[in-house]
């Protein structure tokens, strides 16, 4: 019971650990701990800013405010420059610099920091946003939390941007723009794992924040009738064009007040923090009462509460505010402040468009200058009108702020290139230019290129002690546990010795004990992301599934030894690269088969014989058959664009289905248009995962230079499967079979072929043949012997074996073949031998040509 017990936490804590599962559990706890991070300092700041305003009312506004902006940018300096200097400004452009794998730090220290310290600073009146603190938030915890696991530099960058996505979602309760914001300006990558991670952090931290924290920077829009007519047009495009040039000058305006404070204020960071906060609360002192609260002052110009006047002097008290504030390194973002601007910018040409023609209401300009402005300071255009939109839910808005902020981010770009992020980082000495991809060659590369696609597996119903004994007669340390085709688990070399260590019962089944559910990939996935998976887990090979049915496996040996290749020059190419074949037909059935057989059809003549062979081994075998029909055309026609007719090709593939109808077995037909047979039968090799290619051949070639033809050269040289090679003769009778023996993988990959090939005839007779030189003294009959016994207990018919001593072992066999009357000769040659033993004039290529039987040669796929 003990061992039963360590058995099912194992297999329990693998199962957590499986890749999604574990992305998603990080993805959920990141929104969470984010959200409530966003929350806390939304309330921190909205109760310090209320207790800060209210004090007006008990003192005089130019004694409260500057004396509060002093004391608070002080304080907010000091834990800044003496607790977590990483936590000085917006903290977008940290971990932008920490994705691209800059050593910064971003961890629970610098989160705690920037969280309180942005408390402090924005609840004492610096004119800055709450957004960037949540977002660098976000991204140190994410960070912090995945210390817990050990995981990859690239799992890493994306774990950070999912945190930085939920910590801006919670901060404007934006889902959408949270994970638009990580794509577009962070990691400027969509792959799968980017946006699932993004997009559930984001959501949960957005519903959190709402949930618990009430509406963020949502407006109250209830009563505001908003409307887009074409007629506006040139004035969004006015407002586009203004946002532009501004936003472009707001940027210059914050590194030339960055570097000012730099050169001209030799103090330390408090003081110039404070020094920030005592001028802004100088400042907004002497300004109306709606000036006195920044969230109060947006709701005020989206409202339309302020005259035009009001609202210049709004905009230009802002802008430079925001510019002191910012330049003094205090910790505040760079997002709220410009769609501030653009409120207050999009109200003054609403004013305008409704003095000359009276159609839109101002507040709905000053809610599209929000998404304008922002598009222009941080060249985000997708986010800026995406993120208007969600905290507006109004579809009268997304053309309107489709138009400014596609115009303001090409003017803005045109003026001042370049984003200001990457411009604050160079102030700090940090380029982020693009260094060339380490793993260019690597993400080029699919899996289904370098994978073995002979696997070596056991079936969940084995026992511990079968188990043993396939691992002790193999050099594979894991196997893929199958269960009616499909990948179920895996077994290490290690869970073995832990069940042999621990005594466990030798007729345990092996699922028990296996891996459920191992980590895999599919054909299609990258070898950048293979080499992921194996460094994130820690593992030495990964099965590569298609719908869960094994079709390869792929191993750290396999990937060095692409680059091993890579790195001596052996994948450069000469010449131009052929053009891939085009499938111009194609069906589909069930994938219900554990493997997969094709058959190329040209012949009417052989296609029917053929498909006969390939039903006896799809049925043994439980396989799928794949049916295939080239055409070829010119090498001067593109595959795509070349009109060709496929009544021939559809007669043979029609008469395939109406004979395999009635087996039971799984048929797919394709036609392919190419310039060559063989580049068509290999793509489709690689393309459907096939198995065993059985085809046909004539026995002659004209081709000079080739030992079989053209095609089946190329194909025997090439194919990643199992090569199954029939010469038939003219009788297609498969009576009496005759089976040389010479050891090897592929003489047992022929002996395995034969209790399917034997079901062809109703009585089989099969005469296994060993030849031995005179000049053996001792003659060895075991691999005979033992073949011997197994096809006895396989087929029905008639076996029996025979030795033979000649010094020609082709003429033997041939001598042996016609004293029996064979039908049939079968030979196993490896991926080179065949080839290489035909052009000495040995066994295969003599037996082919100038036996009169039919001669089936079998190739087996390298391990």
Not at 199 to 204: E, K, M, P, V
Not at 372 to 387: D, E, G, H, K, Q
Not at 485 to 509: C, E, P, R
Request: net charge positive; with cysteine; glycine share 8%.
């Amino acid at each position: 019971m003990l061992i039963r017990g360590k058995i099912f936490w194992l297999k329990l804590y693998r199962q957590i650990l499986q890749p999604k599962r574990l992305a998603i559990f990080q993805a959920c706890l990141i929104g969470l701990v984010s959200a409530l991070a966003a929350i806390f300092l939304k309330q921190g700041v909205s109760a310090l800013g209320g207790w800060r305003i209210h004090t007006t009312h008990l003192l005089p506004a130019w004694f409260v405010l500057p004396a509060i902006g002093l004391g608070g940018g002080l304080l907010s300096g000091w834990l800044v420059e003496y607790v977590a200097p990483e936590a000085s400004g917006s903290g977008i452009s940290q971990v932008k610099a920490v994705l691209a794998k800059v050593p910064m730090a971003l961890d629970l220290r610098v989160a705690l920091v920037k969280l309180f310290s942005a408390l402090i600073a924005l609840g004492s009146g610096l004119p800055l946003g709450r957004e960037g603190p949540t977002l660098q938030v976000g991204a140190a915890i994410a960070n912090q939390l995945n210390r817990l696991f050990p995981s990859s530099p690239d799992y890493r960058r994306q774990i950070i941007a999912a945190g930085a996505g939920a910590g801006l979602a919670a901060a404007f309760d934006a889902p959408i723009s949270g994970f638009l914001f990580v794509v577009e300006e962070l990691l400027q990558d969509v792959s799968g794992f980017t946006l699932g991670t993004a997009i559930l952090a984001s959501f949960i931290g957005a519903v959190i924040s709402r949930w618990l924290g009430g509406h963020s920077l949502t407006l109250e829009l209830t009563a505001l009738q908003t409307n887009f007519s074409p007629q506006e047009i040139p004035f969004y495009l006015l407002l586009g064009v203004l946002a532009g040039l501004l936003g472009a000058l707001f940027n210059k305006g914050i590194i030339a007040s960055i570097k000012f404070n730099s050169r001209f204020l030799p103090f330390g960071l408090p003081v110039r923090v404070g020094l920030a906060g005592l001028i802004c609360g100088v400042t907004i002192a002497f300004l109306p009462a709606p000036f006195h609260d920044t969230a109060g002052l947006r709701e005020t110009l989206t409202a339309g509460e302020l005259s035009a006047g009001v609202t210049l002097v709004a905009f230009i008290s802002q802008f430079i505010l925001v510019l002191i504030a910012y330049g003094s390194g205090a910790p505040g973002g760079l997002l709220v402040p410009p769609m501030l601007l653009g409120a207050a910018l999009g109200y003054l040409v609403g004013i305008a468009e409704h003095s000359f023609l009276g159609i839109t209401s101002p507040t709905t300009y000053a809610l599209a200058g929000m998404g304008t402005f922002l598009s222009a300071v941080a060249r985000v255009p997708i986010t800026s009108i995406i993120i208007v939109f969600e905290m507006t839910t109004d579809f009268n808005l997304v053309l309107p702020l489709m138009i400014g902020a596609v115009v303001a981010y090409l003017v803005a770009e045109k003026v001042v290139p370049g984003s200001l992020y990457d411009r604050l980082l160079e102030l700090s000495g940090i380029h982020l230019e693009k260094e060339p991809n380490k793993e260019g060659f690597l993400a080029q590369l699919l899996a289904a290129d370098v994978m073995q696609r002979r696997v070596e597996t056991l079936s969940s119903q084995m026992t511990v002690e079968e188990a043993v004994q396939a691992f002790s007669q193999s050099r594979h340390r894991n196997f893929p546990v199958i269960e009616d085709g499909k990948v179920v688990g895996i077994v290490t070399q290690k869970d073995i010795a832990n069940m042999t260590s621990q005594q466990v019962d030798g007729d345990t089944l092996i699922s028990e004990i296996m891996t459920p559910e191992p980590v895999t990939v599919s054909p299609t996935a990258t070898l950048a992301y293979v080499l992921h998976l194996l460094n994130r887990y820690n593992l030495s090979c990964l099965p590569v599934t298609e719908n869960r049915r094994l079709v390869g496996i792929i191993t750290r040996s396999d990937i060095i030894r692409v680059e091993a290749e890579r790195l001596s020059g052996n994948t450069e190419q000469t010449g131009p690269k052929p053009e891939p074949s085009y499938v111009v037909y194609q069906t589909r059935s069930p994938a219900t088969g554990k493997g997969r057989l094709l058959v190329p059809l040209s012949h009417p003549n052989t296609a029917q014989t053929l498909l006969e062979m390939a039903t006896a081994i799809a049925l043994e075998r439980n396989y799928e058959i794949e049916c295939l029909s080239v055409i070829v055309v010119p090498r001067n026609c593109t595959p795509d664009q070349t009109a060709v007719s496929t009544s021939h090709s559809d007669r043979l593939l029609t008469q395939a289905v109406q004979h395999l109808k009635d087996k039971q077995i799984p048929v797919h037909t394709q036609i392919r248009v190419a310039h060559n047979v063989a580049s068509a039968i290999l793509e489709t090799v690689k393309e459907r995962h096939i198995d065993v290619l059985l085809m046909g051949w004539k026995g002659s070639t004209a081709t000079p230079g080739r030992v079989f033809s053209r095609v089946v050269d190329t194909v025997i040289r090439q194919a990643a499967c199992d090569v199954v090679l029939v010469k038939l003769n003219g009788k297609r009778t498969f009576n009496r079979w005759l089976v040389p023996m010479a050891g090897g993988p592929n003489s047992r990959q022929a002996l395995q072929l034969l209790p399917a090939l034997a079901t062809l005839s109703s009585t089989p007779e099969i005469k296994l043949c060993q030849v031995f030189q005179p000049d053996e003294s001792a003659i060895d009959t075991k691999l005979l012997d033992k073949s011997l016994r197994f096809l006895k207990g396989k087929v029905s018919g008639k076996v029996m074996a025979t030795s033979v001593c000649a010094s020609s072992v082709p003429e033997a066999l041939m001598e042996c073949a016609e004293k029996d009357h064979s039908d049939v000769i079968v030979l196993g040659a490896s991926r080179e031998k065949l080839l290489q033993q035909a052009i000495k004039g040995n066994i295969p290529e003599t037996i082919s040509r100038k036996s009169h039987c039919t001669v089936i040669l079998v190739r087996t796929a390298l391990a």
